[in-house]
C-alpha cells in the first residue's frame, strides 16, 4: 500500500557536532540558576535578557540573509540550536515566535522595508513577536474570523478580537489576521489579508488571561479603531489564508512540538539507573517513549529538510504534529505512574516542581498550533476521506 505521506530522508551532518557541543555548554551554565518550574515551561517561558544573549551568539535568525541581520547558516545547523534549546528547558519565549514564524513569514512574502527594519531587531532579541489568529468564537474554525480590517486613508483600521495569543503582555509587534474582504459565512477562506501590527498603538487593549497553573501566558487582545499604515500589510491583499496556513507548517513541524516536556525523560531515566533499574514493565514503557522519541525526530527532520527544499507538506506537519502532541502529553504522566510504583524517585525540588507544572500545563499542549481535530481534519484530506 502507497502511503498519501511522504517524508524524505534527511538527516543532522555530522559537521553540527560542534556547534551542538557548543550550545550543550553554555546551556549548562545557564541553567544552573533555573529552577524546576522554570525549565519546565521551555519555549513558553519569556525572558528577554537570555534571549539578547542567545542573538548576541548568533543563534538567531540564523538561515536568514546577513543583509537582514541574518547569519547564513544551515537548517540543520538552526535545528540543532533549537533541539539543545528545548532539551534544556531553555527560556526561549523572547525570539520564539520571531524566529520561527514571523521572520520566515516576513523573508517570503514582506517587502524589502519590512525586512529590514524588523528582522535585525528579531535576530537580536530584542523585538518580540506574537501570532493574532485565534478569536472568541473563531478558533478551530479559523477562517470564519470576524475581526476586520478597513481601508482608510493611508492604510486601514483594524477592529475585533483576538484571543490565546502567547505573552502578547510581553511582546512589541505582532502579525495578524484579518477579514479584509467578504464575509465569514459566505468567502471564509476569501478577503483574509495579515498585518504588521505595533501593540503600541492607539486603540489596542492586552487582557492577560489567568491559566490553571496560575499564570498569565494567554491574552485576549481588543482593536478598537485601531491604525495600520498601508506599508505594514504583509503580503498580498486577501491571501492571508494562504500565508497563515504556510506559517503553520513551521509551527506544528519542528521540535517543539514533541520536546516541550522532555527534561523529564532523562530525570526519569537517571533515577531508575540510581535504583538499580527498571522492572519489567517499566523498562517496556521507558523503552517504547524513546523509540517514539527516535520516530518524532526523524519525522520532523524530514519535514525540516523539505521545507528547506521549498516543498510544502502540511499532511506530514500536521501528522507530526499530531503524535508529537500525544507523545509530550505522555511523558509526564509516565513519570508520575513511575514515582507511584516506586521506580523511579523524584530527587529534589527542582524536579518536583518540574513535573508539578508539566501536569498542570500538558492538557493545553494539543491545544496550540491547532487541535486534535483540526489535525486530524488535515490528515483525513491527505488520506482523501473529506
Not at 543532522?12 to 557541543?21: F, G, H, M, S, T
Not at 525570539?95 to 513569514?105: A, K, N, T
Request: with cysteine.
Amino acid at each position: 500500500m502507497t502511503s498519501v505521506f511522504h517524508y524524505e530522508d534527511f538527516d543532522i551532518p555530522d559537521e553540527c557536532r560542534a556547534l551542538r557541543d557548543e550550545v550543550r555548554a553554555f546551556l549548562a551554565e545557564a541553567s544552573a540558576s533555573w529552577s524546576g518550574w522554570d525549565t519546565g515551561h521551555s519555549w513558553t517561558r519569556f525572558d528577554r535578557a537570555f534571549s539578547r544573549e542567545v542573538g548576541r551568539r548568533r543563534w538567531i535568525g540564523m538561515t536568514w540573509p546577513r543583509a537582514y541581520g541574518g547569519h547564513e547558516r544551515t537548517v540543520f545547523e538552526r535545528y540543532v540550536v533549537i533541539e539543545e534549546m528545548l532539551a534544556a528547558g531553555a527560556p526561549v519565549g523572547s525570539h520564539w515566535v520571531g524566529d520561527r514564524q514571523s521572520g520566515p513569514l516576513l523573508l517570503r512574502v514582506g517587502t524589502e522595508e519590512q525586512r529590514r527594519r524588523f528582522l535585525p531587531l528579531i535576530a537580536s532579541g530584542e523585538a518580540s513577536f506574537c501570532i493574532g489568529l485565534s478569536e472568541p468564537d473563531a478558533g478551530s474554525d479559523l477562517a470564519g474570523l470576524r475581526s476586520r480590517a478597513t481601508r482608510v486613508d493611508g492604510g486601514w483600521r483594524l477592529n475585533g478580537r483576538k484571543i490565546w495569543t502567547t505573552y502578547a503582555q510581553h511582546c512589541e509587534f505582532m502579525i495578524g489576521l484579518f477579514r479584509t474582504g467578504g464575509s465569514a459565512e459566505t468567502e471564509k477562506h476569501r478577503g483574509l489579508s495579515q498585518f504588521l501590527i505595533d501593540l503600541r498603538s492607539s486603540g489596542i487593549e492586552v487582557r492577560p488571561i489567568r491559566d490553571m497553573t496560575g499564570e498569565f501566558h494567554f491574552n485576549e487582545i481588543v482593536f478598537d479603531d485601531v491604525f495600520v499604515p498601508s506599508n505594514q500589510l504583509v503580503g498580498t491583499e486577501g491571501e492571508g489564508w494562504g500565508q497563515a496556513n504556510a506559517e503553520l507548517a513551521f509551527e506544528r513541524s519542528g521540535p517543539d512540538r514533541y520536546l516541550s516536556s522532555f527534561p523529564l525523560l532523562p530525570l526519569a531515566l537517571d533515577s531508575v539507573r540510581a535504583t538499580g533499574g527498571p522492572d519489567r514493565l517499566a523498562a517496556r514503557r521507558i523503552g517504547e517513549t524513546v523509540a517514539d522519541l527516535a520516530v518524532l525526530r526523524t519525522m520532523s527532520v524530514s519535514i525540516l529538510g523539505m521545507l528547506s527544499a521549498g516543498k510544502m507538506p502540511s499532511q506530514e506537519a500536521a501528522l507530526t504534529k499530531q503524535l508529537g502532541t500525544t507523545f509530550e502529553q505522555r511523558i509526564p504522566e509516565l513519570l508520575r505512574e513511575l514515582v507511584e510504583v516506586g521506580q523511579v524517585a523524584i530527587p529534589g525540588d527542582r524536579q518536583g516542581e518540574m513535573l508539578n507544572f508539566l501536569l498542570q500545563s500538558v492538557p493545553t499542549y494539543s491545544l496550540r498550533g491547532g487541535t486534535r481535530e483540526i489535525m486530524r481534519g488535515i490528515i483525513a484530506r491527505g488520506l482523501g476521506l473529506r
